[in-house]
């Protein structure tokens, strides 16, 4: 397990970070899974056990019965081994106008609320779970600063933030020197490259670190979907779990048949997901993967990605079947500006420029 600079912080969390939206299963989420405590301290000694240092939640989970379990699970000192996220804008309980959003009223309650169900002192990661483009950011700001002097958290991430949203609160953070971003929470995949466009950019250039939320598509690369057979019983698909969407059915199954064909080459153990996972893994700005899993076995499976490296070949498989088409103004400077062009630029406009 290699451990990786997150953004532009002296925070260094493994390359895969556990994910628990399946721990509980209440309301929606059921669709998820639904591990329970014993599941759950099962999986959390199992990534423990393969070097991971991280994991990951959010209040909404179940409706906060998430952050219940891992409080619950995380005893026996396996605490004190985790770097440990959650996030906030979402209402768990009350459906008060105020119960939702980044406004400071939001996020103080929601810290002090998920501290109790964590049962913890601090949340290393705290994660804004989405925009909120009714609050101020310098308000949202100064109550994650608040927090941060206040010793309830360590970090400030982002997520399913624009590059425009996260450039903002990195400025108005540095105006007024408050604490700043310094990782966005993205959904980012072989079949859904929309984040190099902005958000991969922005991370190389800023230091806003990549941990990426669902890095299989809810198991679409999973390779059990397959062109012409019926979706697999038992999976999120399968339960009417509809995120993240597929906008191209025929180019996700073109996907697929390469990662499985990569895997199949590589012979032995190797299989569709970890091939994701490791071209993943390599991108620009990519701090940590979020895995979860429904079962032992499928967690078990998706660990091994940390220790799989990819040939310039399959890359370039894998590149050929997924690069996604230079919008403007990023075709006009791949033809204009490829002299003068930074990293950063290069996280999107450099695989085409040997095309």
Not at 51 to 65: F, H, L, P, Q, R
Not at 309 to 318: G, H, I, K, N, V
Request: net charge negative.
């Amino acid at each position: 397990m290699d451990y990786r600079l997150l953004g532009r912080s002296g925070l260094k969390l493994s390359t895969l970070t556990l994910g628990t939206m399946t721990f509980g299963g209440s309301g929606a989420f059921a669709k998820t899974g639904n591990t329970d405590v014993a599941g759950a301290q099962r999986q959390i000694d199992m990534c423990i056990d393969a070097g991971v240092n991280s994991i990951d939640t959010a209040d909404i989970y179940s409706s906060g019965m998430s952050e219940e379990i891992i409080g619950e699970a995380l005893t026996g000192g396996r605490r004190e081994k985790l770097i440990l996220g959650t996030k906030v804008r979402f209402p768990t309980g009350t459906k008060g106008p105020n119960e939702r959003g980044l406004s400071r009223h939001h996020i103080v309650r929601a810290c002090e609320d998920s501290l109790r169900r964590l049962r913890t002192d601090h949340i290393d990661i705290y994660w804004c779970h989405e925009w909120d483009g009714m609050t101020p950011v310098e308000e949202m700001l100064s109550a994650f600063d608040m927090l941060t002097r206040a010793g309830k958290i360590g970090y400030l991430g982002v997520s399913n933030f624009s590059g425009w949203h996260i450039m903002k609160m990195v400025a108005a953070a540095e105006r007024a020197g408050l604490i700043r971003p310094v990782a966005q929470q993205i959904h980012y995949t072989l079949q859904a490259r929309e984040a190099e466009y902005e958000l991969l950019p922005i991370g190389v250039d800023q230091g806003v670190g990549g941990v990426i939320w669902s890095p299989l598509a809810g198991g679409l690369l999973s390779g059990k979907y397959r062109r012409g057979k019926p979706e697999p019983e038992g999976t999120r698909k399968a339960a009417n779990w509809n995120e993240p969407p597929v906008r191209d059915v025929e180019a996700l199954y073109d996907i697929v048949e390469v990662l499985v064909d990569v895997a199949e080459a590589r012979g032995g153990d190797v299989t569709p997901a970890q091939v994701a996972l490791a071209w993943l893994l390599a991108r620009p700005s990519v701090t940590s993967l979020v895995i979860g899993a429904r079962t032992d076995a499928q967690l078990a499976d998706n660990l091994k990605a940390a220790d799989l490296t990819l040939s310039d070949d399959e890359f370039a498989r894998l590149e050929a079947v997924s690069r996604p088409p230079l919008l403007y103004p990023y075709w006009h400077q791949l033809d204009s500006a490829s002299d003068r062009l930074s990293p950063a630029d290069l996280a999107l406009i450099g695989p085409h420029r040997a095309v």
